[in-house]
């Protein structure tokens, strides 16, 4: 018989650093930290779960057939992506090589909430990703998409869009 | 019923009456996407219609997992008589007084309700109510900045807000309609109730209105207080019927087609 080599959470994280959130196509799913479980049964299925960043977000579809096509790529038997409700996302889950890359990619990054509601005060004089000064002004916490805020630059006169704290 | 019928009924029909205020108040505001009076409110409109829209399907979903048809089929196959939405978030979006008016009275009295569900008994609805009160703060911001800029702004902004106010809020009263399941919810500690939704939603209502330079309405008339119920049991304005009929006209002609 042949030996099957079994797969491992870590083979299934580092796979799914693969997946890219569609709109931001720098940074997965992993670092957006949007995967809250991954169980792998003795008889090689996979269960993965994943929890939405927005409730409305359009994403959420995709994600779940690109997480199960990419896992599928491993000697798995099956693989099941559930939505996962009981852990809320929130920004502050977002990992620090998630941050880096979000920053990388213009945005202004999401101030730390631990755990409280966001505030006006939290989405002002926020640091602008092209030239890092703070003189800056929300002008809309909605933006193209449902993550995203627009802010503008008093010092270099530049509109940036902000990952926005939720 | 059983007791146990009667409790999953109550839950039930707490999760329709908010879902369909959710999948209505979005198919409202979302009419505003092309046509806002400034590029930031047409995108901000559109951006709270769909949170509002993904609100929806999330508590349809509940609903799902307790045995009824799939999100998709609650929304877009019932008839007016079984969607249980206040009268308010029926009405036509009308001019942007009106509209910015509703948003910011429905959209109170939607985050307060969540932030009571946060505690729930009803561990799905908690988990849920947890999520998407972070992301309301957000809309209840956005209403509070402009009731407060147009509010102050000039005697024009100032009367119309104030027209829309006294007519909004008659109306808004509709949200809190007591439905015939609601000592059941507070017994059980699923929900603590509309007459406590509604007296925290005065509170704060009346106080970001006097800061803005706005007057409360006086309303003690009862004919006036109770004007808009009836949502909450199934009767509706004349708005809602052609609302579902326009929501669900592609979706009608082949309801089993693939996108």
Redesign the interface.
């Known amino acids: 018989m042949d030996t099957i080599e079994n797969v491992t959470k870590d083979d299934v994280i580092s796979l799914l650093q693969e997946v890219k959130d569609p709109e931001i196509p720098r940074v997965s799913v992993v670092e957006l930290g949007m995967i809250t479980g991954i169980e792998i049964s003795s008889d090689n299925k996979v269960e993965v779960r994943m929890t939405p960043t927005f409730a409305g977000c359009p994403a959420v579809e995709i994600l779940k057939s690109e997480i199960k096509n990419k896992v599928l790529e491993l000697p798995v038997e099956d693989v099941e992506v559930k939505v996962d409700y009981d852990i809320q996302w929130s920004t502050d889950m977002i990992t620090e090589e998630g941050r880096r890359h979000l920053k990388e990619s213009g945005f202004a990054l999401p101030a730390h909430l631990n755990n409280e509601l966001i505030s006006i005060d939290l989405l002002t004089n926020v640091e602008c990703p092209f030239c890092g000064s703070k003189k800056t002004r929300l002008r809309n916490p909605f933006g193209p998409t449902l993550c995203r805020a627009i802010h503008y630059c008093d010092a270099c006169s530049q509109a940036f869009e902000q990952f926005k704290p939720v | 019923m059983s007791n146990g019928e009667q409790h999953t009924t109550a839950i039930k029909n707490l999760l329709f009456r908010m879902a369909d205020d959710e999948l209505i108040i979005g198919h409202r505001n979302s009419e505003w996407t092309g046509l806002g009076p400034i590029l930031?409110e047409d995108?901000?409109f559109?951006?709270?219609a769909?949170?509002?829209?993904?609100?929806a399907?999330?508590l349809y979903n509940i609903l799902h997992s307790m045995g009824e048809p799939d999100a998709d089929t609650l929304a877009f196959t019932r008839n007016e008589k079984n969607f249980y939405c206040c009268h308010f978030v029926e009405y036509p979006i009308r001019d942007y007084d009106f509209s910015l008016m509703r948003h910011f009275l429905f959209d109170t009295a939607e985050a307060i309700r969540f932030d009571m569900l946060t505690k729930s008994s009803c561990q799905?609805l908690a988990?849920?109510a947890?999520?998407?009160?972070?992301?309301i703060?957000?809309h209840t911001?956005?209403a509070n900045i402009w009731i407060s800029q147009l509010g102050k702004a000039t005697d024009e902004s100032n009367i119309r807000m104030q027209a829309a106010l006294n007519e909004c809020y008659p109306l808004a009263l509709g949200i809190f309609e007591k439905s015939d399941y609601e000592n059941e919810l507070m017994e059980s500690g699923v929900f603590d109730g509309e007459e406590l939704l509604q007296k925290v939603w005065t509170d704060i209502v009346t106080e970001v209105i006097e800061k803005s330079n706005l007057k409360m309405p006086d309303i003690n008339d009862a004919n006036l207080s109770t004007l808009a119920f009836g949502g909450r049991k199934g009767y509706h304005t004349e708005y809602l019927q052609p609302l579902l009929d326009e929501m669900t006209e592609v979706y009608s002609i082949d309801p089993s087609a693939e996108w």
């Open positions: 930031e995108i901000a559109s951006s709270m769909q949170d509002k829209l993904g609100h399907q999330a799905p988990n849920l947890k999520k998407v009160r972070g992301e703060k957000y911001m956005h």
